[in-house]
């Protein structure tokens, strides 16, 4: 069975950009499994709640197909977070799915993973864009952008879309 790793911050991630396309891989008979910083109950900005059942630290990116990084302020924890951007390069150096929604393609930019790639974030300020630009990326202004086996997207309104662009490149893997 196919196996997705979702990454959300253990306060504050974005319930809808969590929870829409976990739905849509589900339903399409992906295994979802979520990090976290530890293992344990994670609750969103609107309260949803998830439970982590593994530790950042833990993550063997060998067991999964895909590797996607969910936005929303807790995310920005994120961001210079030493395992998580390894975890990132681990992903692209093993040819896996890397993904990142609303502010978590910012993550994957500074994990140094966009360089030369076409990526899309949200920008309600510009400051996202020019991470994305001063790192190396070419930002899209898409709603969803896919490069290769990275796929980024500008934040809950693009939730579906985003779950769906995965959902479609695990199927052509």
Aim: hydrophobic fraction near 40%; charge should be negative.
């Amino acid at each position: 069975m196919t196996q997705v790793l979702f990454i959300i911050a253990p306060k504050d991630y974005q319930d809808y950009e969590y929870g829409l396309p976990k739905k849509i891989l589900e339903n399409a008979g992906v295994q979802v499994v979520t990090a976290s910083k530890t293992v344990g109950t994670c609750t969103g900005s609107f309260g949803d709640t998830a439970e982590a059942t593994v530790a950042l630290a833990d993550i063997n990116v060998d067991d999964y197909e895909a590797i996607i990084f969910v936005g929303g302020q807790g995310a920005f924890a994120y961001q210079h977070d030493v395992q998580a951007h390894l975890t990132a390069q681990e992903a692209v150096n093993r040819n896996k799915i890397l993904a990142g929604i609303c502010i978590a393609p910012t993550i994957l930019a500074y994990a140094g993973v966009l360089e030369n790639k076409k990526a899309t974030v949200w920008n309600e300020n510009g400051e996202p864009a020019k991470i994305l630009t001063d790192n190396g990326a070419t930002f899209t202004d898409e709603t969803v952008t896919t490069d290769g086996n990275i796929i980024t997207a500008n934040g809950p309104r693009a939730a579906k879309e985003f779950g769906e662009a995965i959902l479609e490149r695990l199927k052509n893997i």
